[in-house]
């Protein structure tokens, strides 16, 4: 069955850095692109990041763009959300996803990691 | 850039009908995917493509799409329905992967 794991959250201060995992299992995850998405306690989901199942083509949340940065490693089955220039309102729950077969759907999600930044 | 408004909330009786809507600018042009998110767990697909059902979301579970807006149904709701649901859309001009603001399904 499909698993996908995130972990690298924890608690940082404004202006630092987290590098976020996703783990992967129970499908070819070569082939298939992988979200992040974020969601601050009890609000609403936000998108932050695509990426296509070769790693050719990544996609931002314009929130983000500037500061964080998607990538994977097949050989590993992971992808990876490297969140540098922290703020307060990043705060959030960052779930990653699995895309469908036409990079528009999320058809599996992770469990989620708690992302804090605070002084 | 793409906004998809959804009511709030939408509180319904067991066993009748609820339905959220999706609404933006010529939603209808581009395929809509629906999300249920129980209280403390990861959001799961039950609508893709407008009107698709995953392998194992009831039949109660039903969209559609025309216009400016899509529209998730749920009939015969149960108790175990209460969640919040979310649209969302590929926006293929921004590259942006765009959610509604939520809909809370309180079943009375």
């Known amino acids: 069955q499909v698993q996908l794991v995130e972990s690298g959250g924890g608690v940082v201060q404004p202006g630092g850095s987290l590098r976020l995992s996703c783990a992967a299992s129970g499908f070819t995850f070569r082939s298939y692109g992988i979200h992040w998405v974020r969601q601050v306690p009890g609000k609403g989901l936000e998108w932050m990041a695509f990426i296509r199942f070769d790693g050719n083509n990544k996609y931002y949340a314009d929130s983000v763009k500037d500061r964080f940065t998607i990538s994977r490693d097949n050989s590993k089955n992971t992808v990876f959300l490297q969140m540098n220039s922290l703020r307060a309102e990043d705060t959030a729950v960052y779930y990653c996803?699995?895309?469908?077969?036409?990079?528009?759907?999320?058809?599996?999600w992770g469990q989620g990691t708690l992302v804090t930044v605070s002084s | 850039s793409n906004v998809l408004t959804q009511p709030p909330s939408v509180s319904v009786a067991p066993g009748k009908t609820a339905s959220i809507t999706c609404g933006g600018n010529n939603i209808g042009g581009k395929s809509v995917h629906w999300y249920q998110q129980k209280s403390g767990q990861a959001p799961v697909l039950v609508i893709y493509y407008d009107r698709d059902r995953p392998s194992g979301i009831p039949e109660r579970f039903s969209g559609s799409n025309s216009g400016n807006t899509a529209t998730l149904t749920i009939s015969r709701v149960e108790a175990g329905d209460e969640a919040d649901y979310y649209c969302?859309?590929?926006?293929?001009?921004?590259?942006?992967?765009?959610f509604g603001t939520g809909t809370k399904v309180t079943v009375l």
């Open positions: 996803a699995k895309d469908g077969v036409a990079d528009d759907i999320l058809d599996y």
């Open positions: 969302q859309v590929w926006d293929s001009s921004s590259r942006h992967y765009v």
